[in-house]
């Protein structure tokens, strides 16, 4: 009940295109979304995330699509850059029960130029 | 503002022996989480620490463990080590409190070895 499942595992995208990745969650009791980027060498960063009352979220090139019914939510990225390349993972928290993240496995995304 | 710093970045250690990591937060965070990332099992929760008390943990043995101190400066200790225990610890620090206490921001980890 505790996993997140993350697909594709790897994804290869031209210069331009759209690259879309798909996490889903058992857990109904997680309320808090946040998806990361990790380059070789560093640590994660919090790229964007969202809660279960918002069907999505827009950040620049970057967007969250939540399904609360299906348990589901899916990062898109618009206009994929070739410096977009790096791992992405999802994660899945309940607010209010402290830093506890489930993450799910991450997406090596490779943007083409 | 700095951001997180983890010390050391890299360590090689042999089965058996002991080792600490220590973890800076941001200045302000009073929340530390120790994430452990391993090809195989991706990025797993260790544990975290507020305001010096551990809040939360996850399912690993009792030979891995931490402590926060005053400062809100951490340390992460693993006993009598594995060669699974060859890993990234990565700490992550945030300010812990209601509102804003999702953000994480994670520091480059320590490359740990264990021969």
């Known amino acids: 009940q505790q996993q997140v499942k993350q697909s594709p595992q790897s994804l290869i995208v031209q210069k331009g295109g759209i690259s879309i990745i798909n996490c889903a969650y058992e857990n109904t009791a997680f309320d808090y979304f946040p998806w990361y980027q990790q380059f070789p060498g560093k640590g994660p960063a919090l790229l964007i995330a969202?809660?279960?009352?918002?069907s999505e979220k827009k950040e620049g090139r970057f967007t969250i699509s939540f399904n609360k019914s299906a348990k589901q939510f899916s990062l898109h990225i618009m206009d994929s850059q070739p410096g977009d390349s790096a791992t992405y993972f999802c994660a899945a928290s309940m607010l209010n029960y402290g830093q506890n993240f489930v993450f799910g496995p991450g997406t090596r995304l490779s943007v083409l130029p | 503002k700095a951001g997180v710093t983890q010390t050391p970045r890299y360590l090689i250690k042999t089965r058996g022996q002991q080792v600490t990591l220590s973890c800076s937060p941001i200045s302000g965070h009073r929340s530390v989480s120790w994430y452990q990332q391993t090809p195989g099992q991706g990025l797993q929760f260790l544990f975290e620490y507020f305001s010096e008390t551990q809040r939360n943990k996850g399912n690993f043995p009792g030979r891995f463990s931490g402590r926060q101190f005053s400062n809100s400066r951490s340390e992460m200790n693993v006993s009598t080590l594995e060669l699974g225990d060859s890993a990234l610890y990565l700490c992550?620090?945030?300010?812990?409190?209601?509102?804003?206490?999702?953000?994480?921001?994670f520091g480059p980890g320590t490359r740990l070895l264990v021969l």
């Open positions: 992550a620090s945030s300010l812990g409190t209601s509102g804003d206490q999702e953000t994480q921001y």
């Open positions: 969202i809660r279960p009352d918002v």
